[in-house]
């Protein structure tokens, strides 16, 4: 076996969890042995995976999955997406062809992917071993899309805020995805070693159990995880019982190895490393001036931060004057305290919250928290009236069904009568700020606006770990990338739910696990109606958030995730080369 390794690592260009997660472990990988060569291959952008290039880190841009389209951060259009994945199957044979050769031309000794099939399947064709590593795989997400769970929206405010001319969610029949989703089982199928994130839901390409479709692990009405499933996700997954291996055609040696899977740890960014990072108050102060929030804010104990992110939003000014940001807002939703279940070969995902009697003799000694689990599974009673106040973006606009999720931005579409009050019910008092994240511009209409008082924009490329850390709280969608920062920072996290996308279960596992979360209506998200959600977040992490602070201003435990990271690089590149030795020795004994 060659001294360094070259390792090719496919992203899947549908959100920014992927690929913060993907520049993460690749700078494990890099710390390990700086020799290693890391191809990183998606149609995510250049400028995510910054952190890991500027370490060695290689980037090709390609499309290399299909892409779940959501006319804004939290709805998905059924049918669009199964458009644009039948657009993406008819060109994957040629696809496959082109990232075989290249393996090849760059001698790639594995193949890493998160979580997109087409780099499994060519692994597989040039003779190579392929490590998926994710919390859940595609095939699930398209699967789910014949769920008969129905994600409705009224319209209240008027036609011009229908999505894509859409009143209404359908399912998808199961007939009609099988075959498109058996294209995408297939390709995971072809992948050796699973390296299973937390936050994860049921990976059916490498367990028996549970199977696809993917709607059966849910009860349809309320939209939650059933308890047998809840129960197969806090199993070691040394007990599961996998599918075999696909073999590599007769041209390549035999597979060594049999497949396996191994727990990870949590992948995060952690925040910027210096004499002064964000949780010191010369590094806050710097941090915060930077994004132009004056110098007497930046005390947190007289002023709590909010953080907006759900990204390309165009945000209105409000109409009525803001002196005080009090008011009557609806409550976020919880769940009363569960039990926990530990994990035991996982250090990050000791805990889940159980569904049954029969797996309700747990331990809650570990929790980041103080306070008790606040996850609210069952749908609100308002999600049957929300209006889709929001936006659209540019890819629903324009019905272009194949772009990457990272080239979306959205219109400027806000009605004057909508959000005439918006501002009254944002932030619990006024000792709180927002700093909105992923904001164009503030106005409508080709306005440019001041944002409202006591609210300020992020830069367009800001560092999330460190805006995360120097949150109280961050009101955002429920997605890997999010939720993992907020675990690692304890910072509360209001969310605004994707009842379609199916890896959300997992993720809410996770939350209530690990974290603080409360749900947030749609309805009164939209209706600017966030104040109670955020001051109950508030009061359920302060404890944990303050105990982060204090560690991190003593540099306490803050090299645990790299060193978690680094343990996961070692046995993953301990795998590559057993699978390269295997072959090697067995040729010689041939010979």
């Not at 044979?93 to 031309?105: F, H, I, K, M, P």
């Not at 390709?187 to 839901?201: F, Q, T, W």
């Not at 597979?255 to 004499?275: M, N, T």
């Amino acid at each position: 076996m060659k001294d360094s390794l070259v390792f090719a690592y496919y992203c899947s260009g549908h959100g920014y969890g992927h690929a913060t997660r993907v520049s993460a472990f690749a700078r494990h990988l890099l710390n390990l042995d700086s020799r290693t060569t890391i191809h990183i291959i998606s149609s995510a952008p250049k400028h995510v995976f910054n952190d890991s290039i500027s370490l060695g880190v290689l980037y090709r841009f390609a499309e290399i999955d299909p892409v779940v389209v959501q006319p804004v951060a939290y709805r998905v259009d059924r049918h669009k997406s199964v458009e644009a994945l039948r657009s993406f199957l008819a060109r994957k044979e040629s696809l496959l062809e082109q990232e075989r050769q290249w393996l090849l031309d760059i001698q790639a000794d594995c193949v890493l992917s998160d979580a997109a099939f087409l780099g499994c399947l060519a692994a597989n064709a040039a003779g190579l071993p392929s490590i998926l590593i994710s919390n859940f795989t595609f095939d699930s997400v398209y699967s789910f899309l014949s769920t008969k769970f129905v994600d409705q929206v009224d319209t209240p405010l008027g036609d011009e805020l229908l999505i894509d001319n859409h009143n209404s969610d359908h399912p998808i029949p199961d007939g009609e995805l099988k075959p498109l989703v058996q294209q995408i089982y297939n390709g995971y199928r072809c992948a050796d070693l699973l390296v299973r994130l937390p936050g994860c839901i049921p990976i059916p390409s490498f367990s028996t159990s549970p199977s696809l479709p993917a709607p059966p692990w849910t009860d349809q009405g309320s939209n939650t995880l059933l308890d047998e499933i809840v129960s197969h996700l806090v199993q070691k997954p040394d007990t599961h019982l996998l599918h075999p291996s696909i073999p590599f055609a007769d041209s390549h040696p035999k597979k060594p190895l049999a497949r396996s899977i191994i727990q990870a740890p949590l992948l995060v960014r952690g925040i910027s490393k210096g004499p002064d990072t964000v949780y010191s108050p010369i590094g806050r102060s710097r941090f915060l001036s930077s994004l132009g929030v004056p110098g007497h804010l930046h005390n947190p104990n007289e002023t709590k931060i909010l953080i907006v992110s759900f990204g390309g939003q165009v945000f209105q000014r409000p109409t009525s004057s803001r002196s005080s940001s009090t008011g009557n807002s609806s409550p976020g939703y919880r769940t009363p305290p569960t039990g926990l279940q530990q994990i035991t070969d996982s250090p990050q995902m000791s805990k889940i919250p159980l569904c049954s009697d029969a797996l309700s003799k747990t331990d809650t000694s570990h929790c980041c928290h103080s306070a008790p689990p606040v996850i609210k599974p069952e749908r609100s009673p308002t999600f049957d009236k929300l209006c889709a106040m929001l936006t659209k973006t540019e890819s629903c606009l324009k019905n272009d069904v194949t772009r990457s999720y990272f080239d979306t931005s959205v219109s400027d579409i806000m009605l004057d009568h909508a959000v005439s009050d918006f501002d009254a019910g944002l932030l619990p008092d006024s000792s709180w700020i927002a700093i909105v994240c992923g904001v164009s511009k503030w106005g409508q209409d080709g306005a440019d606006e001041q944002p409202p008082d006591r609210f300020f924009v992020a830069p367009k490329y800001v560092y999330m770990p460190d805006l995360t850390a120097v949150a109280d709280v961050l009101l955002g969608k429920l997605g890997y990338g999010t939720v993992s920062e907020c675990v690692d920072s304890c910072t509360p996290f209001v969310y605004v739910a994707r009842p379609l996308f199916v890896e959300e279960h997992g993720l809410k596992l996770l939350l209530a696990q690990e974290g603080v979360g409360i749900e947030l209506p749609r309805i009164a998200y939209e209706a600017g109606d966030w104040a109670s959600a955020v001051g109950e977040a508030w009061l359920l992490g302060r404890n944990a958030k303050a105990e982060m602070r204090r560690k991190g201003m003593l540099g306490i435990e803050m090299n645990k995730r790299e060193e978690e990271g680094t343990l996961l690089a070692g046995q993953v590149t301990d795998w590559v080369r057993a699978w390269h030795d295997s072959i090697t020795q067995r040729t010689v004994s041939e010979v």
